[in-house]
């Protein structure tokens, strides 16, 4: 059983669905505008990073898009990390494990992938939070592009509203990607 820390409600995902940066479709784009470290949170988005040339930092993968699995050839491009992690974080939720994995990937100074059992989605939040100033996260935006949600004062603003806002123990869920 996963250690459930946070919990979507269904009255905070219209929330979600307004980016938290801009929204690109050219990847080269994105990047020149990336600060670093980078950390991916998305299969495709991803897949889309390491094409054009820059394996992120940390990404957050769970071989699905759109609810789909994603296509062989795109898993099998997701490759290239210094290290690999098998987390379990179930859909809607936010669990200790990948708060955790989350805050050592990007403690660690290698590449890490984590492959989630379950749903990578709202990792997006504590990645905002967890990130050094100056870091980029890059997420996907359903049938829009790949959104460049920079890690400064009034993101985590953002992000730390909506969590504490979630059901469960936001200040457990903060302190765990907290430095």
Known sequence: MSDVVLELPSDLRHELKEPLGRIYTDTAALLADAGDPIIAVGDMVTYHLIEAGRVPD???VDERTKRSAVDADVSAAIDGFDRKRDVSNPA???TAELLAALRDG???????LLDVDGEEDLATLPAVLA???GASVVYGQPDEGMVLADCDAEARDRVRSLL???DGDAERAIA???E
Not at 106 to 112: L, R, W
């Open 58 to 60: 940390l990404a957050l």
């Open 92 to 94: 809607a939720t936010l």
């Open 106 to 112: 990007i403690d660690s100074g290698e590449t890490t």
């Open 131 to 133: 990130a050094p100033a």
């Open 164 to 166: 504490e806002r979630m």
């Open 176 to 178: 765990l990607v907290s």
